[in-house]
């Protein structure tokens, strides 16, 4: 069983919805991360949250809006997106500090398809 | 920069063979070093790491690899595969060197299939 759950785990939207995926993990992680990994690709980074503050973003276009409302919490908003951006959407949380070796926790992922 | 090589991109064993996944990394520090197994529509599972301290490490489903720093390899293995190992798999390396946020780097991956 994972310890960082995804929702929904399959999305499918047009190119003019908006829609919203959601990870939430409660290991007390405080460093939260979005990939998307294309089919027989390894996951590619978009955006890490550190302390609910976004401290890395990939150069990621802005259809993609990630959010942390709290420690447990990340969601990613979902706009005018294309049907290139169908992917595995996949959340991690790892620890902070002088604990954190870079293990990554993930979740099931949520599989989008845009139409 | 930190680079992982992953020699051959699909792997093809028979069930109770021995099962060896190659990866070579490069890093300007002494890394941090992973293994995650990917079963289909799934999220990522760690199977083992290295961090500091005894170079063999196992991890789960009787899996383990080796640390060789005068190699620079993480080389994967299994003394007898299941037809359950079926997966694809990732190495991927941490640099200790980064700031509190590290970014893994993934190799390519390699896909392994298990033949009755």
């Known amino acids: 069983d994972t310890e960082v759950t995804q929702t929904p785990k399959h999305l499918v939207m047009g190119m003019t919805n908006k829609k919203s995926l959601k990870c939430e993990q409660h290991m007390g992680h405080r460093a939260m991360y979005w990939y998307k990994q294309k089919a027989k690709k390894p996951p590619e980074l978009m955006f890490v949250?550190?302390?609910?503050?976004?401290?890395i973003n990939e150069s990621v276009p802005s259809r993609f809006s990630p959010e942390c409302p709290n420690s447990s919490l990340l969601n990613l908003h979902l706009h005018a997106l294309q049907p290139e951006d169908s992917a595995l959407y996949l959340c991690?949380?790892?620890?902070?500090?002088?604990?954190?070796?870079?293990?990554?926790?993930f979740g099931e992922g949520s599989r989008l398809t845009v139409l | 920069a930190q680079s992982v090589t992953q020699l051959g991109s699909h792997v093809s064993v028979s069930e109770g063979a021995l099962v060896l996944l190659r990866c070579n990394y490069s890093s300007s520090v002494p890394p941090y070093l992973f293994w995650y197994v990917q079963y289909p529509n799934q999220g990522l599972q760690l199977l083992l790491k290295?961090?500091?301290?005894?170079?063999l490490v196992k991890g789960i489903n009787g899996f383990e690899a080796e640390f060789k720093k005068s190699e620079t390899s993480f080389h994967l293995t299994k003394p007898s595969a299941h037809m359950s190992d079926a997966a694809e798999y990732f190495c991927a390396v941490s640099d200790r060197s980064g700031g509190s946020n590290y970014k893994l780097t993934f190799g390519k991956g390699t896909l392994l299939t298990v033949n009755p």
């Open positions: 290295y961090t500091t301290g005894a170079t």
């Open positions: 949250y550190s302390y609910e503050k976004l401290s």
């Open positions: 991690a949380s790892s620890q902070e500090g002088t604990l954190n070796t870079g293990e990554l926790f």
